[in-house]
């Protein structure tokens, strides 16, 4: 979208950011960047035309010096992300009695955003599919300065202290002798350290699910993961977690389709949020609050401060306070998405911290690694990073400043200038931290409260589907089966034997090592949210292979393909070429995928037509497409030759499998149930 696009979404940050946005180059000369109009921009300044360059030529100078210092160094942790923009706005004034933010309290204001989905440990570079947390940072531009909620799609953390933070990114981020693997948690040195530090067995069951191979970035939950403050107007507070419901419900690839998928389009889940936003289909995320009084902290059997823990939904419900909409794709990855900078100690009155030792450290880190990131202490001035409500302090100077700030004084208190910029007092807006009494000794040690690590480890497994627990199971088995030493590999087995015995067991035996005779929590409790099966199911804007060679039988596909568009399935035609295909009826359907291209992992059904010119490599690649959409779990539909092939194949489940010839009424109505039901699980696999 460029900035003259009629469709263009007018919000405040939108509006603020025109002012820097620039498709100057259009039909303009070509200059330097002192504005020097430029005669010769593919030759370089040479003594004669064989002679050498000279140091004279500074357009040569400039234009390479410019691209030298291009990069600037990736994110330590979330290098590979993509952004959008959007808005965010609350359904009622339901919140005014826990919160004074404006933004949470007045159902008409309508709040820009800015969100980042990440990877946490591939570089910037790596594939979009690997087993790994994403984050999920938003940027909230309030009339009251930017609210920063950086959450990843899984409730709980690795670690309890932040202090362990570089330590458990060394051990995940590739093994520093050969830089290898990359975006991969499947090595001995992440295992070790999860053996070391048996406070992460409850994330680690998090990243062994499905929550971990995310289908689309549409499609995950969101979570603040710390309890945080929320502070009324007269100064009571509440504990809150904060959460995100995408309005399409949660859903996974499988494994073996995440790592193909990875070959075939490393940018998958950024392309996905890229097509959509520019079709119309936009990513709708509901934000959730999970709210707790002051007097019940110490009512659970976990510690309220843990990160390591989440609050069970059915013990303490979500409310659905307001909805999210990302409605405009970045005209720049660079100076929006790469050069964003987000930072948990960013809030606004009305919103406060605790003391999870996590957010502690947090705290402190967001802002100094940006500092080394972005080159100095001026960030904030970087379009993205502006706030919409006026800034004014006496802060000067520095790298990169952009600001002329006129005037003698900068320095409070002053006579002056009047001792401005003013503060302001809480009753007039400005901040004041909540007065939460402390005392302590100064020590290193951490409260009895957070020593049990596995019950809410236990729940987690006890809520899973039956299919979950087996992906659960086998990506264990994948993990560890590429860890080369055994003790690390026989830790682990033990360790994960207290979260459930089966589990611990079931992979031992993958590993060759000593299954344990006892284990588990005694915990039989489940939490229903937990499990993905339980999440809204929709065929709006999936993805559908249409197969169809010349010949194809035109009425029938035009009629399915007609029908899959008004259910919003996004019905893509794949053929053995580009360009127009011939139909039986002369009617032409024009192909811009082909086998060549495009594999059955990047869609999420396929409808296989075929057509009476079909070749033999035609029918061998659309029978593979088949078979490989079926050992995925995915709906495949076939009408005409198509259904022979499916015949031919044998093959040993027809669950999620429609035939033309068997449901002609209803064949449409029964394909768009089978992409919302997203996988069936239950198929015969052999
Ligand atoms: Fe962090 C980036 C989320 C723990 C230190 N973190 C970063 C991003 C997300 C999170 C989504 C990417 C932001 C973006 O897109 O630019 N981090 C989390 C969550 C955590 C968490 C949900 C646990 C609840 N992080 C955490 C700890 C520390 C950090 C304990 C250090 C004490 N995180 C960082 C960082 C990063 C970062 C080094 C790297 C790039 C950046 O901040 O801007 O400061």
Not at 109 to 133: A, E, L, Q
Not at 221 to 239: D, Q, S
Not at 378 to 402: A, K, L, T, V
């Amino acid at each position: 979208m460029t900035v003259k696009d009629e469709k263009i979404i007018k919000n405040k940050k939108n509006e603020q950011l025109d002012q820097f946005r620039s498709d100057d180059n259009q039909n303009k000369d070509l200059t330097t960047n002192q504005g020097l109009k430029v005669s010769e921009d593919g030759l370089s300044l040479t003594a004669g035309e064989r002679g050498p360059t000279l140091l004279e030529d500074f357009h040569f100078r400039e234009k390479m010096t410019h691209f030298d210092h291009e990069r600037i160094p990736e994110r330590v942790v979330h290098a590979r992300g993509f952004g959008a923009h959007g808005e965010f706005q609350v359904y009622n004034d339901s919140m005014k009695p826990f919160t004074k933010a404006k933004f949470l309290q007045d159902p008409s204001i309508k709040t820009s955003v800015f969100v980042r989905f990440s990877t946490v440990v591939g570089f910037r570079g790596s594939m979009d599919t690997p087993r790994d947390v994403r984050g999920f940072a938003t940027k909230f531009y309030t009339e009251e300065g930017n609210f920063d909620l950086v959450a990843n799609n899984m409730p709980v953390f690795f670690i309890q202290d932040g202090i362990k933070f570089p330590d458990v990114i060394h051990a995940i981020k590739p093994e520093p002798h050969n830089e290898m693997p990359q975006a991969a948690s499947a090595h001995d040195t992440f295992w070790d350290w999860v053996s070391q530090n048996q406070e992460s067995a409850h994330m680690v069951m998090w990243l062994m699910s499905d929550r971990a191979i995310p289908r689309s970035y549409r499609m995950m939950e969101g979570f603040g993961v710390h309890t945080f403050r929320l502070i009324n107007e007269e100064g009571k507070a509440h504990f809150v977690k904060f959460h995100w419901k995408p309005v399409l419900g949660t859903h996974s690839l499988v494994w073996d389709e995440a790592q193909k998928i990875g070959g075939k389009d490393p940018d998958f889940n950024r392309r996905d949020l890229w097509e959509s936003i520019n079709m119309g289909n936009y990513a709708e995320f509901e934000l959730g609050v999970q709210i707790l009084e002051e007097k019940d902290e110490f009512a659970f059997d976990f510690d309220i401060l843990d990160s390591t823990k989440l609050w069970p939904e059915e013990d303490i419900p979500v409310q659905l306070i307001g909805k999210m909409t990302l409605n405009r794709n970045v005209d720049n990855v660079f100076a929006e998405t790469e050069q964003v900078a987000f930072h948990v100690g960013n809030v606004v009155p009305g919103i406060d911290f605790t003391n999870d030792p996590l957010l502690q450290t947090r705290l402190f880190s967001y802002t100094d690694t940006q500092l080394i990131r972005l080159g100095g202490p001026n960030f904030h001035e970087i379009p993205i990073n502006r706030p919409i409500c006026p800034f004014n302090n006496n802060q000067r100077d520095g790298y990169h400043r952009q600001t002329i700030n006129i005037g003698q004084v900068a320095y409070r208190n002053n006579a002056l200038a009047n001792n401005s910029p003013h503060s302001v007092s809480e009753e007039n807006g400005g901040y004041a931290h909540y007065q939460e009494k402390v005392e302590g000794r100064k020590i290193r040690a951490r409260s009895k409260s957070f020593d049990d690590h596995f019950s809410q480890a236990t729940l987690f497994w006890n809520s899973m589907s039956n299919a979950e627990k087996d992906h659960i199971i086998n990506a264990f088995r994948f993990e560890l089966s590429k860890v080369k030493n055994k003790e690390i590999q026989q830790r682990i087995v033990d360790m994960f034997s207290n979260v459930d015995l089966g589990l611990a067991n079931a992979f031992a035996v993958t590993l060759g090592a000593v299954t344990p005779s006892s284990g588990g929590t005694g915990v039989t409790k489940s939490s229903p949210a937990l499990s993905q099966e339980n999440t809204p199911k929709l065929a709006k804007t999936r993805k559908v292979a249409v197969v169809v060679a010349d010949g194809f039988n035109g009425k029938t596909v035009k009629s399915v393909v007609e029908n899959l568009l008004l259910s919003g399935v996004q019905a893509v035609i794949l053929s053995d070429k580009l360009g127009p295909i011939k139909a039986d009826d002369g009617s032409v359907h024009m192909s811009k995928h082909t086998f060549a291209t495009d594999a059955s992992v990047v869609f999420d059904g396929v409808y296989i037509a075929g057509g009476t010119s079909a070749s033999k490599q035609f029918e061998h690649d659309a029978k593979m497409f088949m078979k490989e959409a079926f050992i995925h779990y995915k709906p495949i539909a076939a009408t005409d030759i198509g259904e022979q092939w499916f015949k031919d194949q044998q093959l040993p489940s027809k669950l999620g499998v429609i035939l033309g010839s068997e449901q002609a009424n209803i064949f449409t109505d029964q394909l768009v149930n089978a992409i919302a039901a997203h996988r069936f699980w239950d198929r015969l696999i052999v």
